[in-house]
């Protein structure tokens, strides 16, 4: 069976089963399915397209006090007995008279009556609470509570329209689209008075609304600049369509997968989605460049198609991989905090990162396998160029001359010294560009030995004043945080709190219980003990200056109407036998509503006179539970608990900080343990970890700064900020340090000197790190543009830190550590003796590639052996790289970057026999120079070889 030339798509793992790695392996099953893998991924487009919108229509904002917290223990007890008081925050109707008028107009009279009639109507709404709705009913004795201050001469009422315990899920926006229609149906005089809405439920609204406005910011505005951003630093149009590929398949695959999640298995809080966005966007655009700049630079090493995309993924794929994974691990740390909207963001983030990866280490391979042509060709760029220059005057330029682009291929000695010398240019060409880079200049300053001290003591004297700033580190749960900064929710609850009390939507519940009622004694909340305990307890709570609790504002079997109320005139109203049992009938509905098992519990509400959530909250809940002691524990025989919104978030931030270091000290024993298996070496590790945390204490200490200073009316850093910017940073910091120190131990490995290899390392990587600390911090960005402050705390601080890690971490500091370090780098592992210096230039690694490839793979019985040059010298690179040459011009056309060889009308019928040159074939260059001869004596070398020797070309 005669020997053929090897087909060049199936050609990429022919080695030796044992020694094909995994990757190799991977990528072999890639280049043989590549079809199915696109109409896969076209299937899950598909898909997502159609399912994928509905996860932004589940997600919620459901807060509750992880299990083993006095609040958890306080809300279970409060929904087992007093249902209808555990249910949701209440929507308050706020009507406003805009010319400082009395509120009290037959206007609003008829408005309120009308809302009470409809809004009951819709399922979730129970009943509607107002200064006209209550008269009639057992709760006209507080119908004073529903008129805003002054008192004498109201200008504003409210209406509370009071919610069911069961949840809306995904008809509570069809709930608030109900209330909005009937308020602009009774808001006939716009001119007079002002009707708007406040309260948990609206503030959700207007919270997806924002984060719907962010993905549409993100989707057009900074998606565009990140792949503008892609395209200059790859010089190559037709690559950024793949980025964009991979992110708008990794969008819908993983909003599909997310999708059951939040409708079935829990619940997602409303801005994971745009972290979702920010997490996919930067990720596929960096690991896009990442494996496409690797990509091209074994084009330009010279090798094909197939052979540069089967080295891209075996390098980069194997950096992607491990960054992916560490990401992902990183935010599965957040599962491991006692909250579920934590637990919902760090799983989102996860399969976000997991679909990124995968995407980008199957569709990416599978586009350029398939379109590597269209992706490889400069047709695009030259046609820019050329309009450039003929459209700009003051940028045109030089035309090449016709003698410049073709050669007259001679035969003898003087077409291989035209060779040699195109060679020599190259090479020359190369190291003059590698001399005149910044980077290169920057890995020869920070490896020098002085250099990387002084660079080492100059960050740590930058980093540590600014880490001290994490001692006055200040964190709000406030509602200021999430609702957009237009939104018209946040003028009326500055409203409200300004003519009512400022804790109306968030009240405190405090549930009593008989802890000594058995069988024999029935003690019960309704008897003279407690209503004594209850006024002394209530009566020094609102005696509390610096926690201002009015008297009105308390509701209770034995304080209520603004003073303490008397069990001997409760017990009046309550006997049948009384003759004050006919006036009685409010009390006894508040009896019946404010009582549950046969009188065995009771419980109370009261609203603060400050911002239940802002900076009190800590001081009030711990006063007040230090507080109830006193007066209800085992001597007096009754039990108190405190639940309420405000409680809740108290607990829950309590418990997340108190297991915060835990999941810092998993998250730093994975990385620690993930990069020490990867590169062998425990000094690695601890170095990583340690810029790490220069990273992190340094964006922390500068967001404490920016955000505490009033610059933007708020004065903390909402609560889980700093919780979840950790994984993040930790995450991309770590990615960028896989990228830097995997070229350091590849040119390590190659045989070249420790600080050789660190300035090789900076000199490849600098501005492709550089270039993506911009892309994700162009992408990160668009949190901070939607306008919701919880958004652009994060934006703000994951900004920072990947432009210091990109711009500071990785490029200055990273490379003195390691030239500090010197053999310790690889410690306990062994690198070989490093021989060879920075100016060694990469075609040689290509060489020598070859060289092992063609001893580990040899052709079939009777084929010629490949070309591969014995000795990795200047010289044998020079014959090597001249074989490429003449093989890329074989057909005598414009020699394109990346073609795959030689047409069919060109092709050698035998491997062993290569075609003879005619003396005046005409042979066109790729960018100038003279043509190359060669000896008739010396052998010249097959052009085609076995399975391990490749065709080659590649951009020159």
Known sequence: MDTRVQDERTKG???????????????????????????????????????????????????????????YDAHKLLAAHFPEHAAQTPIAILFKSLKNESILTPFVKNASL???????????????????????TPLELSQAQFLGRPATRPTATMLLVLLSPRRPGS???????????????????????????????????????????????????????ALLVLALVLRNLQMVLIPLAAFFVTMMGAFLVMYPIAKYAIHIVSFAPALMLACMLAMSVDYSLFLLSRFREELKAGRTLHDATRHMYIHAGRIVLFSGTTLAITFLGLCLLPLQIIQSMGLAASISLAFTMLVSLTLTPALLLTFGRFFASDRVNRCCRTCWRYCCCCCRRRRRKPEERYIIKARGDEERGLVDSVVEERIEKERERQRRSLWYKIGLASTHKVGAILIFLAIAAMITPVALQLLHLRTSAGREYLIPMDSPIKATISD???????????????????????AEHNQTVFCAEFYKLSHHFFGNLTRTAEYPVAQEDVQSIAYMMGGPFEFALAESLTDPQSLLYDLGGPYRFLLQHFTAGDMRYAVAIFQVGFDPLG????????????????????????????????????????????????????????VFLLVSLVYRSLFISLRALVTLGMTICWTYGWSIIFFTTGLFEIHALCWFVPIMSFSIMVGLGLDYDIFLLS???????????????????????????????????????????????????????????VLIDAFVVRTLLVPSLLALAGRLNWWPGRMPRGAKDEMVMHEQSAVEEDREEGEAAPGPTGAPPPYSPVAADETEMKEFLAHRTRRSTLCGSFCEPGALGPCDDHKDPEPSAPPPLAPDEVTPLVHGGAPAEEDEDRPRPALEAGPAGPMRTGIQ
């Not at 406040?198 to 207007?206: E, I, N, S, T, Y």
């Not at 519940?509 to 058995?518: G, I, K, M, N, R």
């Not at 639940?643 to 270091?661: H, N, T």
């Open 13 to 71: 793992c022919h080695a030796k089963p044992c020694r094909c790695s995994p990757f190799e392996a991977v990528f072999f099953f890639i280049s043989k399915a590549k079809i199915f893998i696109l109409i896969f991924w076209v299937i899950v487009f598909g898909f997502g397209l159609w399912l994928g919108p509905n996860f932004l229509s589940e997600t919620s904002i459901e807060f509750a006090a992880p299990a083993g917290t006095p609040a």
């Open 496 to 518: 409200l709190q300004r003519y009512f009390t400022a804790g109306k939507l968030s009240p405190y519940y405090l549930v009593f219980e008989a802890t000594h009622a058995t």
């Open 114 to 136: 009308y809302l009470n009639h409809t809004l009951p109507q819709n399922e979730f709404i129970t009943a509607v609470l107002g200064y006209y709705t209550v008269v009639g």
């Open 171 to 225: 008809k509570m926006f069809a709930m608030l689209d109900h209330i909005d229609k009937a308020v602009a149906a009774v808001n006939t005089k716009p001119h007079k008075v002002h009707i708007s809405s406040a309260g948990a439920a609206p503030v959700l609204r207007a919270l997806k609304r924002g984060v719907a406005f962010d993905l549409l910011v993100m989707d057009g505005m900074v998606l565009p600049i």
């Open 743 to 801: 070229r350091v131990y590849e040119f390590r490995r190659m045989g070249y000197t420790n600080r050789a290899s660190i300035v090789k390392g900076v000199y490849r990587t600098g501005h492709i790190i550089t270039a993506a600390g911009v892309i994700m911090a162009i992408a990160f960005s668009g949190l901070m543009i939607g306008g919701i402050a919880v958004m652009s705390h994060m934006g703000f601080m994951l900004c920072f830190s």
């Open 615 to 670: 900076d009190k909250l800590n001081g009030f809940v711990d006063h007040l539970r230090a507080l109830i002691p006193r007066y209800f524990n085992d001597t007096t025989g009754y039990r108190c608990l405190v639940d309420g919104l405000p409680v809740q978030e108290k607990d829950a931030i309590a418990a997340i900080y108190r297991y915060f270091p835990m999941m810092v000290s998993v998250t730093s024993g994975v």
